[in-house]
Each structure stands twice: as structure tokens, then as C-alpha cells.
């Protein structure tokens, strides 16, 4: 019986350890599942024969070489920063790895010894980053096969809320890490657009937010995501004039959040003393002026320059930014404080149902007749545990694992899943999970 060890059971591991479950008795294999909250963890694995609970603290050496040399393959679902040590131990004890987070310099440094050791380790392996490769490869490759050229290329993606759920001036609640939601966008973006290079700060970023119109959900906002020049190459797309990849939002989000940036409520870098301090003052502590001892709403909208009256303002208020509570947390970055506060006020309620939109556009050439695809996913989730984002991070994760264990993936080396003998078998079973494309051309 092979054996595989999962590090990680928060938002998104669900629908993974219910797929590694599902498939155990048939695949004739075990699962152990590692998390500091072991209730957590039981929660989610249950009674199941196939499933070991363990408590772990994940900087604890030795109970983590104990897991890692036990084990026939290792996923990690750790924030992104703790990937590294689980790297180093898969390495060291010769096991392939997986994990659905972007590769980091950290883990690129031991890109030839990963390939010395004949290794496969596969980031960027769920949602996005995962799906997304996949499915633009699978369209890419298409398209150059018929002889298309390609011109432009965007792709889109966003965990929202259903529609149905819509019921919060923000337009959007938490259905996966908060504190990732809190810092997207802080390192700016880089992107290419009409043969320009375009590079924006993340101050700018939520301020030149367009729309796009998704079929059967409507309008939705998009900022552009992180360093899209970096996967020109790994596209093979280097002389195309635009190539942007970008996140979506309803558009109220990116409006609210705009002004949570102007309030320097996002920041992570210095620490600040949060007992006996409001909410109110600690929304206006880089503001200057007259500020009253009560909170004053129009202190705020004024160095917005918005209406006291203004959605804006509604959202801040509905986060209790603008009341004279007491945080009382200690010591805290102004970002850990704002992710309490997110994941308390846009928390998901048992019955809420969260939602995954993907699309991409590619513009090509083919005969001398220029075409425009669209290529879109949408994928509802079941509740506020089984969401579409556990689904779709987890399942392409679970997918591969299997396909390495049944070894009918031969790949060695530090990869991204941007391959057919990856994308064409993960594609092709996510369908049979409703996780599939339509495509549209003008």
C-alpha cells in the first residue's frame, strides 16, 4: 500500500482529502493528513480507515522527518513561506512533492539538485496557479497546431461569491485564506499590453481596475496579477504584444478596497500597539487634520474624496472601521489586524455558496483572418466547507498525485503543469467533477 502525506487541512484541502479518501480503497493507498488543529483535521478525514490525524507543529524537525520518510509522496497545503522546509525534506528523503503554490526563489535555488535526484516536483498545481496553465497550454498549443498566431493573450480568474449570496456592500466573502486576500496585489504588477511594458505599484492597482463581461454572471472588475512577464517564456509567447494574467473581483470589492490601501490598512511592514486603540483611530492613523474624539465618518469620506454618504463609507462601516470599539490585539501589523476583521465580518455562513470564474482570451491570426476566443470556467460550490475553491485547488492536486502513483507521470525536475502528458489526463478527469470549459469566438 503506497502511502501519501498531506501537510495542510484549512479551506482548501476539503475536496483533496475527500478525494485521496474516495480513491484509497481502490488505489491501495493510505493517507496521512499533518495540521497544528488535529479537530481540524478529524473534522474533515472522519472515521475513515484510510486517514491518519496527526497533530503537528510544522517546525518541529524531527515529527516532520519522521512523517516525510514514511511517506510514498508528499502534498503540501502550508502557506506559501513554509513550503520551503517541506521542500528540503522531500529532497533529502527522495520523495516527490506537490503543492498548488507559486514556485519561489527559495525552492528554484534547488532546481538541479531536484533533477540530479531524479525528483518531480510539481508547483502551481490548483486553481490558480494550476488550472489556468492547463487550460491556456491545452488552447495555445491548439491554436499553434492549426497554424494559428497568436497576438494577444489574457486570462482571468477569481474566487467570488455566488450571486445568490450577494449580501454585504462589499460583494465578496472569504473562501480561503484571508491574510492571502489581505496582501494580493502588495508587490504591484507587471504586464505587457500593446507592445508596452506596463508596471503598477499596488497603490495603482486597485485604482485602474476595468470590466469584462462573463457570460451568465455579467460585469466583473479585474486588476492585473503579480509578474505576468514571467510566464511569456514558459508560454512560449515572448513576442506577442499583450500578455496579461489578472484577478477578478465584483466590481464594488476593488472600489472598497481601493480605499483600505489610501487608508495604509493594508500594510505588513512595522508593528503598531493596538490595545486601548479604536478601530476609528486606527482607520485615521495616517490621516492628518482636526480628528474628534467620536468617530467621524466625514473625516474619512473627505480624504477619500467621496460622499459621507458613498458605498465607500458603507463598506468601511461595515467592517467597523468607523466605530469607537476597542481592538485591544497587542502588538499587530496594521494587515494582521485587517485580517481578523475580514475574516470575521465577510465570513462565509453555513448556507453561503462561493463561486470560481476563469476566462481566457486569446486573439490569433490563422488564413489572414483575425479571431477573438473566449474560453470560460464557472464552478459553484456546495456550502461554506465544500466551496468551489477547495474543489478546484484541490482536485487537480489530487489528480496528479494519482496519475505519479500509478506512474503514468514519468516528468523528473522542478515543473509547472504546462505540459499535455500533465494538462490533457487532469483536464480531462476534472470534467467528470463538472470543472470544465466553453468556448466562444467573434
Known amino acids: 500500500m503506497k502511502n501519501i502525506l498531506l501537510f495542510g487541512a484549512g479551506k482548501s484541502a476539503t475536496s483533496l482529502i475527500d478525494f485521496l479518501i474516495t480513491n484509497a ?4 493507498w493510505h493517507v496521512t493528513v499533518a495540521d497544528q488543529d488535529l479537530m481540524l483535521i478529524k473534522s474533515k478525514t472522519g472515521k475513515s480507515y484510510y486517514a491518519t490525524p496527526v497533530e503537528l507543529d510544522i517546525k518541529n524537525q524531527s515529527a516532520r522527518h519522521q512523517l516525510v520518510q514514511e511517506t510514498d509522496l508528499v502534498i503540501s497545503l502550508l502557506p506559501p513561506a ?4 517541506v521542500a528540503k525534506d522531500c529532497l533529502h528523503f527522495h520523495k516527490n512533492l506537490l503543492t498548488a503554490s507559486y514556485i519561489d526563489p527559495e525552492v528554484k535555488k534547488m532546481q538541479q539538485e531536484i533533477e540530479k535526484a531524479g525528483l518531480l516536483f510539481m508547483y502551481e498545481m490548483g486553481l490558480d496557479p494550476g488550472i489556468d496553465h492547463m487550460s491556456a497550454m491545452k488552447l495555445i498549443h491548439s491554436i499553434e497546431k492549426k497554424g494559428g498566431q497568436i497576438f494577444s493573450f489574457k486570462s482571468y480568474c477569481g474566487g ?20 492571502n486576500i489581505v496582501l494580493s496585489g502588495s508587490t504591484g504588477a507587471v504586464y505587457k499590453e500593446k507592445g508596452k511594458i506596463r508596471d503598477l505599484s499596488y497603490e495603482q492597482l486597485f ?9 451568465g454572471i455579467g460585469k466583473l472588475a479585474y486588476y492585473p496579477n503579480r509578474d505576468s512577464l514571467a510566464y511569456m517564456e514558459i508560454y512560449k509567447l515572448q513576442e506577442i504584444a499583450t500578455f496579461m494574467r489578472a484577478t477578478l473581483r465584483f466590481p464594488d470589492f476593488c472600489e472598497g478596497w481601493n480605499a483600505l490601501i489610501k487608508l495604509g490598512l493594508t500594510d505588513d511592514s512595522h508593528k503598531i500597539q493596538t490595545d486601548q486603540l479604536t478601530y476609528f483611530n486606527w482607520a485615521t492613523q495616517n490621516l492628518e487634520g482636526n480628528k474628534t474624539a467620536e468617530p467621524h465618518e466625514e473625516f474619512v469620506a473627505q480624504h477619500l474624496g467621496v460622499s459621507s454618504k458613498s458605498k465607500v463609507i458603507r463598506q468601511l462601516k461595515y467592517l467597523g472601521l468607523l466605530n469607537g470599539d476597542m481592538i485591544n490585539h497587542g502588538e499587530q501589523t496594521n ?4 485580517e481578523a476583521l475580514v475574516q470575521d465580518k465577510l465570513r462565509m455562513e453555513p448556507h453561503d455558496k462561493d463561486m470560481i470564474v476563469m476566462m481566457h482570451e486569446i486573439e490569433f491570426e490563422r488564413r489572414s483572418m483575425a479571431t477573438r476566443m473566449h474560453s470560460y470556467m464557472i464552478v459553484q460550490g456546495e456550502d461554506n466547507v465544500r466551496t468551489a475553491m477547495a474543489k478546484t485547488v484541490g482536485l487537480p492536486l489530487g489528480i496528479m498525485a494519482k496519475l505519479i502513483l500509478q506512474d503514468k507521470i514519468t516528468l523528473k525536475g522542478l515543473h509547472i503543469p504546462v505540459m499535455p ?12 467533477y463538472d470543472i470544465r470549459f466553453e468556448e466562444s469566438f467573434e
Open 160 to 179: 467570488l461569491i455566488s450571486p445568490d449570496n450577494l449580501d454585504n456592500p462589499w460583494q465578496y466573502k472569504i473562501s480561503w485564506n484571508a491574510r
Open 335 to 338: 494587515a494582521s489586524v485587517l
Open 25 to 28: 480503497p481502490r488505489q491501495k
Open 207 to 215: 485604482d485602474h481596475n476595468k470590466t469584462i463581461q462573463v457570460p
Open 421 to 432: 502528458e500533465v494538462y490533457n489526463p487532469v483536464l480531462k478527469e476534472l470534467e467528470e
Open 82 to 85: 513554509l513550503h520551503i522546509l
